[in-house]
Antibody
Framework: QVQLVESGGGVVQPGRSLRLSCVAA????????MHWVRQAPGKGPEWVAV????????YYTDSVRGRFSISRDNSKNTLYLQMNSLGAEDTAVYYC???????????????WGQGTLVTVSS | DIQMTQSPSTLSASVGDRVTITCRAS??????LAWYQQKPGKAPKLLIY???SLESGVPSRFSGSGSGTEFTLTISSLQPDDFATFYC?????????FGQGTKVEIK
């Protein structure tokens, strides 16, 4: 079955960087676009970024564009999120997520990891 | 960006009740709308996609309808396991956006 396991969260000071990883199993990783979605404490989910199957196309939400970078290594079945210039507003559980189908267009998120908590605090 | 607005924010209901949640998009998203259920400490769970398609394994008491800018999620007979927070989300265009959520509480 589909498994997505995030790691790399923790407490980080404002202005610093952090890299999240997500190891995928149970499916052909290179066949699916992948997403990061975050959820601040007590708030609803916020979509963060998406990367295409081959890694050539990325989109970001406005609040992280220029600071965050999504990437993938299909040989390692791993998705990454490099987060720079972190601020308190980035404190959240970060979820790795896979689309329902492999067409790469108008596919919804159907599979989620367990999430990894990022806390930005001095 | 497309804004998604859900109503109500909180809903108190009893087991067996018919429950309806509304989601409105700030511009037309055709039928590219999903509904998720989330329980505390867990990731969201996909219930409905493409406005009215039921995800595999989801009970048939859940249904979705609408297109363009107005959408609804209906639970035909509320069950104890259904008390949770529900979110709509558009995937018509990036950045994808979620509604603010509707918490279904026990009356």
């Amino acid at each position: 079955q589909v498994q997505l396991v995030e790691s790399g969260g923790g407490v980080v000071q404002p202005g610093r960087s952090l890299r999240l990883s997500c190891v995928a199993a149970g499916f052909t990783f290179s066949s699916y676009s992948m997403h990061w979605v975050r959820q601040a404490p007590g708030k609803g989910p916020e979509w963060v970024a998406v990367i295409s199957k081959d890694g050539s196309i990325q989109y970001y939400t406005d609040s992280v564009r220029g600071r965050f970078s999504i990437s993938r290594d299909n040989s390692k079945n791993t998705l990454y999120l490099q987060m720079n210039s972190l601020g308190a507003e980035d404190t959240a559980v970060y979820y790795c997520a896979r689309e329902q189908g492999s067409s790469g267009r108008y596919e919804i998120i159907a599979y989620w990891g367990q999430g990894t908590l990022v806390t930005v605090s001095s | 960006d497309i804004q998604m607005t859900q109503s109500p924010s909180t809903l108190s209901a009893s087991v067996g009740d018919r429950v309806t949640i509304t989601c409105r998009a700030s511009q037309s998203i055709s039928s590219w709308l999903a509904w998720y259920q989330q329980k505390p400490g867990k990731a969201p769970k996909l219930l409905i996609y493409k406005a009215s398609s039921l995800e595999s394994g989801v009970p048939s008491r859940f249904s979705g309808s609408g297109s363009g800018t107005e959408f609804t999620l209906t639970i035909s007979s509320l069950q104890p396991d259904d008390f949770a927070t529900f979110y709509c989300q558009q995937y018509h265009s990036y950045p994808w956006t979620f509604g603010q959520g509707t918490k279904v509480e026990i009356k």
